[in-house]
Structure formats: structure tokens, C-alpha cells
């Protein structure tokens, strides 16, 4: 009875292990971010828009000092 049970057992996890993931990539195909994510043109445009986005810093002014 064990020398069965045990790849019973495996099977039904590697079984459960294919259906949760098959149900993951379904769920994610209906996403959005995969279109996004997965084209460099919209990669590229977004960085750039969030560059863009960010305050310009002024380099700060380097000043006579000790040492």
C-alpha cells in the first residue's frame, strides 16, 4: 500500500502545482501590465515620461573648507 501511495502523492502535487500556475498565466495575459511590460517601445516611453517627471537637482556649489 505504500510503495503506491507515495507516487500518488506526488502526482497529485506536481497535478495541483500545473493547474495553479496555468490559472496564474491566464489571469495575467488578461492584465494589463503584461501588454506594458512586455514591449520595449512602451518600457523605453514610460521611463522616459517618469525621468521627465522627477524635480531637476541644481549640483551643489562646491565651497572653500577645511581640509
Partial sequence: ?????????????????????????????ESGCVSCHTSMKKLLQITRDIEASKPKVEKPTESKGEG
Fill in 1 to 29: 500500500m505504500r510503495n503506491v501511495l507515495k507516487p500518488l502523492v506526488i502526482f497529485g502535487a506536481v497535478f495541483i502545482f500545473i493547474l495553479s500556475y496555468s490559472a496564474t498565466v491566464v489571469s495575467a495575459e
